[in-house]
Every structure is written in C-alpha cells, then in structure tokens.
C-alpha cells in the first residue's frame, strides 16, 4: 500500500506542476527587452515538457493540434513497399517510357521537384508545383486541390494526366504484363492473377507512405533533448506557436490541418489564375482555396506555393508579415462577381521585426 501512495502522490504532485505551468503560458512578455527578445529566457519557457509550452495564438473557431513527434511509419507487407518503389522509379508507366514518378518527386528535393511547375509530357509544363510527398501516409486528401481522397488515387492521376506521364489507365496492366519482372514481383506481392490497377495503385501507395521527411534536429528537440536547438531557433519556434500565427494552419506532427485557405494568390482574371479547390467541388466558398502543405523538410522542396512563383522562403515571411496580397475588384463587373476570391480572415499583417523573421526563418530550416 505503501508505494501505491507513493504512486498517487508523485501523480498528483506532477498533475500540479502542469497546472501550475498551464496556468503561466503565455508569460512571455517577461521575456522582452528594449531591444529585443531575451532569447535565453524564451528557451527556459520551452525547457519544459510540451503540455506546459507557453500558450499559442490559436484564432476563435479553429481546431487546432500542438507541434509533436511524427509517428511511426505504417507497416506495409515488405514485396508491397519494394513493388511500389521500383514502379515509382521505373519511366516504363508513362507513355514515352522516358518519364517517371521520380522525375517530379526527387528525394534530394523533398520529394518535389525544385521547379515551379512540373514538365511532364513532350515537355509539356503543368501550372501547379509538384507538392511533396513527405509524410502523406496520414494526409486526408491530396494534390493541391485535395481531388484525391486516398494515396490510390493520387497514384493513378500524374499517370493519366496528358501533360504529365500520358498513359492510358486501359492500356497500363497490360503493357506491365509484358515485362517478366512485373509479373514475378507482382504475384510475390498480390499472389496469383493479372496486373490490375488497383494492385497497381496499391503498390505506389504502399511506398509513398513510407516516405518521411528526415530526423532532425528539432524530431530531437521534440524527444527532450533541449540543447538540439539554438537559442535563436527556440524564438523561431515560439514565435511560430504565437506572434507569427503560423499554427492556426501549420499544426499537429506533420505541421498541417490538411484543410483548405485562400491566401489571397488567385490571380482572379490575370495570368496565373487557378480557382484552386473550386474547381473540384464548385462551391464558391472554395475559390482560390489550397492544401495546407505540411512544413517538414520544407527548405528542401522549393520554390513554394500551389504554383512554385515564389523561390524564397525570405520573401514568402514577408508576404505574411504584411498579411498576404487582399485583391480588391478592378470595376463593378468584377465586384458583382460570385466568384471574386475572398483571403482567409486567418491572415492578418503581423508587424514582425528584422530580428523575429530570422528567427522564424531559422526555425523554418531546421525543420
């Protein structure tokens, strides 16, 4: 009975130490100076265990996750994963035969393709960026438009897709079955039958969902080791949790909502317009909406946004510092229009200084 007292006792002391520490968040105003942050002070703040870090700047109605550790990857029957590598690698799905999965999701590249759009087809060039395809094995729907529910489906579509690898969906299993080593590597992973679509697109699923983003410094942060990150970064992260807002969208292990916003970059009736989310559901709520795209590794897939138009993760801060593009109708014609595009009330101008946008740059590039 002894040491079950002693259990409870310690179980309450420590439910008290939270309490207390909850009770303190959002104290970082301690943590200013004349001239700036006390950086040392903000670590000291996040020196503790994630439940007691300074309270967050969450906007009324949204739901949000805590910054946490990436779970563990899913396990997939092993002949699976290998199959869905070796068609992810292999220019043979696409009707050329000279254009893979791999050349618009490069691993050196986070997965993207360090373009601002992808070139697919007798080099036909898309209008959206290749997204990465880190840490998708939780992702709700995909592609920047989010038209496809599951990562089956995202697999079949660059295949399909006229101006990226062209293939006819008929004519795939059967151009597969000619080759001995699919059909051997598709019986070790299916069993025995044909080559179908489904196993296919089951096969590249499997495989793109074991694809995650390197161990960095701040995964060790995030298992306690404090001393993973400098003082500078610690700021970073502060300031993405609070003054920055950043987390209203950007939250949870893969640091996205896996929801839609508008972030005032439609270009409504100019060039480079794209009605984003719109154009699936038809819903004019949803002009000009995106995909949340998740943060990790994020230095790495540049240029950035759903049409690659911005090659500097500086100058992307300093469009949100200032709140985003607000597009205002040029004549009554556009002002009367339904589908004039509306910027998500989450984006606010945030009056960041010099000195607090390199330490959320910083923070950005340990991700």
């Not at 970073?236 to 003054?243: A, N, P, Q, W």
Request: proline residues 8%; hydrophobic residues 40%; glycine residues 8%.
């Amino acid at each position: 009975m002894g040491s079950v007292r002693r259990t409870l006792l310690a179980a309450c002391w420590f439910g008290l130490w939270l309490s207390n520490a909850a009770s303190a968040r959002g104290s970082d105003s301690a943590c200013l100076r004349d001239k700036g942050w006390d950086k040392g002070c903000i670590a000291s703040l996040y020196a503790v265990p994630r439940q007691a870090w300074p309270r967050p700047t969450i906007d009324a109605g949204v739901v949000w996750q805590e910054l946490a550790p990436l779970p563990p990857v899913p396990t997939s029957p092993p002949k699976r994963v290998a199959l869905g590598e070796k068609l992810f690698h292999d220019p043979r799905l696409s009707r050329s035969n000279t254009i893979s999965c791999a050349s618009c999701h490069q691993a050196d590249k986070g997965f993207s393709n360090g373009q601002a759009v992808a070139v697919g087809h007798e080099e036909a060039h898309g209008t959206r960026n290749a997204p990465s395809l880190w840490n998708l094995d939780g992702a709700t729907a995909l592609f920047w438009d989010g038209r496809a529910a599951t990562l089956e489906i995202q697999a079949l579509g660059p295949l399909a897709n006229p101006v990226e690898m062209a293939m006819p969906l008929d004519r795939l299993p059967a151009k597969l079955e000619k080759i001995i080593e699919y059909r051997r590597d598709f019986a070790a992973a299916y069993g025995p039958g044909p080559i179908t679509l489904a196993k296919l697109s089951n096969a590249i699923a499997s495989y793109e969902r074991t694809l995650r983003s390197p161990v960095t410094r701040f995964d060790r942060y995030l298992a306690g080791e404090r001393n993973a990150l400098s003082e500078e970064e610690v700021l970073g992260l502060h300031l993405f949790r609070t003054k920055a807002r950043c987390l209203n969208c950007h939250q949870g292990a893969r640091m996205t909502d896996n929801s839609f916003h508008n972030l005032g970059l439609t270009y409504f009736a100019r060039k480079f317009e794209d009605l984003g989310r719109y154009e699936v559901t038809g819903r004019k709520e949803d002009v000009g909406r995106f995909k949340t795209p998740g943060l990790r590794g994020v230095s790495h897939s540049g240029p950035w946004m759903h049409n690659g138009l911005f090659p500097q993760l500086t100058g992307i801060l300093n469009m949100y510092n200032g709140g985003m593009p607000s597009p205002a109708p040029n004549d009554a014609i556009q002002a009367a229009n339904p589908l004039f595009p509306v910027k998500s009330p989450l984006l606010k101008p945030l009056s960041l200084s010099r000195e607090e946008l390199d330490a959320l740059l910083a923070f950005l590039l340990i991700l």
